[in-house]
Every structure is written in C-alpha cells, then in structure tokens.
C-alpha cells in the first residue's frame, strides 16, 4: 500500500510562500542596516562629506580668483584679450607646478601616510586662500587710496598693479594644481575602504553628494559676491577647506579604530590595503560569518572590470616598485607592470588638451559678453550650479542604472563620442549661437567629468593594488592632466600671438577642438580594449 505525499492546498502553499519571503526581505533589511552601521561605511560617509565641502569650497574659490585674474583692477583686464592672453601662460605653468606638487606629496606620504598627506594638503590651500585674500584686499585698498592725475600716482598703480597680478597668477596656478591633488586624495580612501561590489552601489551616490556641494556652492555666488565681494569668496573657501580636513581627519579616525586604515600592502605577510578590520563584522557576509567573507577575489565584479587582485599575488611586484627610486623613476615601473593606466594616461592627456581649449573658447565670449566682474563672476557661479546639477542627477539616477544594465568601461566611448557631437555643432553655429553655443561643448564636457569620468575611474582603480590607486592615481591626475592642459595653454599662447586681432580666430579654435576630440577618440578606443582584455 503506497502512501501519496501530502499536498499543501492553495492557502496553505500561499501562506509557506509569504512567510519564506518574509524572512529573505528580514535578512535582507537587516543585512542592509548591519551594512550602514559599519564603521567602514560610516567611515566613507564622513569622507564624502569632506569631499562635498572641499568641491564646494573649490567652486567659491574658482569663481573669485578667475574673475580678479580678468578683472580691470588687480587683475589682467587692460590686457590684450581682456586678461585672456595672460590665461593660457598661467595654465601652461600648472604642470611644472604639479611636477614640484607631485615630489612634495610623495614625501608628505612617506613621512606620515595617507591621513597626514591629505590634512597636510588641505590645510596647507587653506592657508593659502585666505592670506591671499588678505593680501589682495591690502592691494585694493592701495589702489583706492591712491589720488589721480600724479606721477608718483601713476608709478604706485604700477607697482601695485604688478604686485597683484603677480600673486593672482600664482594663485591661479596653485589653486588648479592643488583641487586634483586633494579630490584624488579623498576618492582613494573611499575606493581602498570599499571592495568592488560595494563601489558599484555607493561610487555613484558619492559622487553625487560632492555635485550636491559643489551645486549648492556655485549656485550662491552670485549672492555671495554681493555681500562679501570677490576677495571675502577666497576667505569663505578658505574656512570650508579647513572643514574638509576636520571630516577627514574623523574618517581616519574611525579607519584605525576599525583596523582598515589604508597602508601599504606588506609582501611578508600578505597584509592587504583596506583589510578587514576586528570592529567591521557586518562586512563578512550575509550573516555576520566570519567563515564566509565578501570578497572580490573569488567573484567577478560587476560594472565590467576584473576582480582586485589578492595582495600575494602583486607583493613580488609591488616591492620593486616602491624601491625603484623616486617618484618618477616608480611610476615608470607601475605603468610597465600595469599598461592600463598607460593608456589611461594618453586618454587622460587628449581628454584635457580639448578640455583646455573649449574652456578658453568659453572664458573669451564670456568676457567679450559680460564685462562687469561682479556680474562675470555671478553669472559663471550660476553656470557651473546648472553643470554641477546635471552631473548630480546623472551621479544620482542614470549611472547606477548604466552600470547595471550597462558593463563600465563603455563609458570611454560614450564620452568622446557624446562630445564629437557638441564640438561639431558649436563649430558649426558659433558665428550666430554667442554665448550659448560657446559654453554648450564646455558644460557638456565638464559634466561628464564630474559624472561620467569619475564614475568610470573609481570602478577602474578600486580593482587595482595599493601602487595603482595612491602612486597611479597621482601620476595620471597631476602629470597626465596637467600636462594636457599646460600643451594646450602653449599652443594658445602662440595663437593669441599670431592671430590675436582676426576676426576669423573663432574658426580656428573651433575646428582644433573638433580635431582634438577624435584624438580623444581613438585612444579611448586603445583604453577600451586594454580593459575589456583584461
């Protein structure tokens, strides 16, 4: 006599299924909460805080010192191009600059690692904006209280004149230099804290976070400037850069407390950047298992790129590296072991020679158009909320669903490609569009930095070793950068030079930007297939 299992009816199946879902959507919400509640995640929280008032504070400090380098008074304004020609030399200086920079944060790195690097820094522009501030206020009221029709009149204006322009081109410089330097800085804590899976759903939101400050800050300079003026911007950037190092600092804090301070990989004893730390348990799995940890070595990430190599597996590697010599004479060998970031470093160079041009086509109608400074300022302010806005609803809402739909290194594609189309319709409307259709290719550029770009590096660095994210990361943004920005800035120089009063000069500018952006075509597509063999 067989015996027929037993069958759930309908209601009794209905309520075995309810309750099973019940219980996964439980250990789901509670495996959510064990993740917020982490001290790694709420380390990466206080660091992106730190990061939105460093962007904020930058968007205040760049609105004022670009409009006093083309102002009338203490800047370059009564100069040929309306302080534009003196623009291209100050930029072309900012990569011997970031040579120098680059040696200085090396050792700063050395002597006291990463937490000292970045409070060193930032407190170090801190300084530098607000005696600057100090000091160009000291020169204004000077050129106030000087009388008119004298000579020695005439000789004092000079004089302070020179002394000004002299110090807003070295704040020029520096202020470019340092934003990298400082933004690589906080993004490569929060890429060693987090594994590849945990970047691909909090790299984007981050991000956005520091377009949040950055909106909010260059949204309130055209109020701003008209209550504590250009130089009272340098002051308030100042104090917000102090902020940032505080946050930091607490970031830091909690990383050591938790045992996942970054350092170096130790090839002795395989002691991994960003380890596990005794205090981070909700990292270790569903449950809290130490027996199953989350680990990237033994999944393949998403977002396209391969998994972060375990720690032993690059230790033979990274000693040679780190005891090769200098800074340079490192990052020679790095880009030798890892041919990634050498291409990157081609794409990053073409990336910035255009950036560098269709900024200056910008900045020349926008100075040809609004001559006042204040308003100059004010409107630029405003200009860069709408680009820092754009790129905090991409960062928000259409790159976490591009990365889930979509593998992450075809944004390299996407971008040079997005931009053939602006440069192509900028050159060909330029003579009818005014200020629009010179600031269209230049917002839609920017926007992808700020969004695309740096979703796209994070996912690429986080599967990299300690030598790629600190050393790389550096060398990429300071040299490659720079250095794109600083041929581009000669190449200007001379233009302006030759071909400074023709009237067809637009024509030229525009089709050299148009040129540059298949150039930056072609070695995307050389990055995208580094990657994608990888």
Known sequence: MSVSPIKPSGTNQNTIINVINSDNYNNDHRGRLLLFSSPRYRSVLWMSLSLAIHLGGYELSRAAVVALFTSDGLGFGHGGGGGLSALPMAVGCVSPFSIGLLWFYGNTLDRGGPSYALR???LLCAGCMIVSGWTLRFFDDRLLRVPDDDDFSARAVTDVTSWSRALLFLLFVFQNA?????YNQHWAFISSVLTPEDGTRAFSPIAGLGSIGSTLAAGLVSELVGRLGLIGL???AGASFVVSACLADVAFGMAKRGGFEPKKEDAADGKKYGGMGPGDASMRGNNGNVSTPTSPISTKSKGGYPPRIASKTHAPWCV???EKGNIFQQARVLFRRVPVLGALFL?????????????FIYLYKLKSTITDDDMRA?????YYAWINGVSGILQ???IPVLLRHCEAHRIWLFMPTLMLFCTSYTFMTFRTSGLFGASASFFAIKTMEY???GAANEMLYVNLDYESRYLGKKVISLIAGKFGKSVMAVALSLFMVVYGDEDDKMWYLMATSTVFTFLWLFTSMSLHSLIEAS
Do not use: A, K
């Open 120 to 122: 060193t820094h930032t």
């Open 234 to 236: 340098l002051h308030l």
């Open 451 to 453: 969004s695309l770009r």
């Open 178 to 182: 340092y934003v990298q330097l400082l």
């Open 347 to 359: 794409e990053v160079v073409f990336s910035q020679c255009l950036s560098s041009l269709v900024n």
């Open 396 to 398: 928000f809402f259409i």
């Open 378 to 382: 004010g409107w630029s302010g405003t």
């Open 320 to 322: 040679p590296c780190r």
